[in-house]
C-alpha cells in the first residue's frame, strides 16, 4: 500500500486539525474533491498507522506530570507497553537509544504521583517528576496545520457538522469547536465508557459509539456536543513525523533566565521544530517535543539557533527511539 503523503493529504490532515470530526462530506466541500475521495485517503493513512484521530479528555481537576524513568535497556520495551495501558499516562516515549522512558501522567490535582510501584522495580535505576505548569504551543505543529488557505480554515469552522467515520467494511485497518467552560461539569455513568472509546478512535460513528456505551445514538450524540461545548473534549490529531519528513525527533529540556523564561518560550514556540512546548518544575524550566529532517538540523538547532538565544543557560537533548503512546491508548 502506497504510504507517501501528498499535497491532498496534507490538507485534510489540517482539516482533521481543525474538527477531528468533521464530517468527510464537509471535508470534501472545503478541499474541492468528492466524499468519497476524503474517505479513502484517510482509510488509508489510518491503516498505515500515519495517522490517528483521538478523542482528549481536559478535566477541570486534574494535574500533567512529565516522569522520566532510568532504565536498565532490556526491560525497556515490556515497562513501556505497561505503562501504555495505563489510564493515567497521555504520553510514553522511548528516548536516550533505549535507556530512558519519558511518559505524561494525568491524575487528580494535587494528588501524589503513582510512583511507588515504578521505583520498587529492580529494573528501574532513577526516576524525576516535573509538574507540567504551563503548555506553550496550541498542540498544531506547522508541518500539519500549513496546508489550508484561511478561507478554508474558515469554511470549516462555520457550521460543524457530525462525524461521518468510514464503514467498517471500507477501513483496512487538535482541536475542535469548543469553548471555555462556564463551571464544573459532573461526569456521567456515560462518560466513564465513552470517553475511552472515543479515545481510541475519535472518528467512532454515533451508532457504533451507542453499541459500546449501552447507551442510545442520541444521548451518545448530545453527550459529545456537551462535553465539546463545555471544553472538556477535544480531538487531537496524532501523526506519524517521519511521513511528514521529519524522522529525526527529540526531546529537550532547557534552563532558562528567569527573567527571560516567557520571550524565549514565545519564541521557541513558533520554531517549526517545536511541537510540543511546556514549562515545567525542576531543575530544567522548559521542555519541548522536536522534530527535524536529519541529525545534521539537529546540531544545526542546538548549536545555532539555542546556542544564540539570549537567556538559555543550559540544554539536554535525547533522541526519541519510538512512541508507545502519545494521546491515545496503545494499539494491540
Known sequence: MDSAIDDLDLRLLHALQIDG????????????????TVARRYGRLRATGM???????????????????RVRPTATPGLARSLSTRTDTAWVTVFSGGTEIGC???IPDEGPVPLAALARNPQVLDLSAHRLLRPLTDRRWHARTSALTPAQIAALRS?????????????????GPTGPSAGPMPS??????????LAADGRAAYPDLARRTGW??????????????AGKLRFDVEVDPT????????VLWLTVAPGRLT???????????????????????????????????????LATRLGGLDGVRAVESAPVVSYTKRDAPALP
Not at 470530526?21 to 468519497?36: H, M, N, P, Q
Not at 456521567?188 to 472509546?197: G, I, N, Q, T, V
Open 21 to 36: 470530526r468533521a464530517a468527510f462530506a464537509r471535508i470534501a466541500e472545503v478541499l474541492g474533491v468528492s466524499d468519497r
Open 159 to 175: 457550521n460543524p457538522a457530525p462525524a461521518e467515520s468510514i464503514p467498517a467494511a471500507s477501513m483496512v485497518s487538535e482541536i
Open 104 to 106: 505524561l501522567f494525568r
Open 243 to 250: 511521513a511528514l519528513g521529519h524522522p529525526v525527533s527529540c
Open 51 to 69: 495517522v490517528r484521530v483521538t478523542g482528549v479528555a481536559d478535566g477541570d481537576r486534574t494535574a500533567a506530570w512529565i516522569v522520566r524513568i
Open 216 to 229: 442510545s445514538e442520541s444521548a451518545v450524540r448530545r453527550r459529545v456536543d456537551e462535553l465539546r461545548r
Open 263 to 301: 520571550t524565549v518560550a514565545q519564541s521557541l514556540a513558533a520554531d517549526p521544530q517545536t511541537a510540543f512546548l511546556a514549562a515545567i518544575t525542576g531543575p530544567h524550566n522548559l521542555f519541548a517535543v522536536t522534530v527535524f529532517r536529519d541529525t545534521v538540523a539537529l546540531y544545526d538547532y
Open 188 to 197: 456521567s455513568d456515560l462518560d466513564r465508557k465513552l470517553l475511552p472509546a
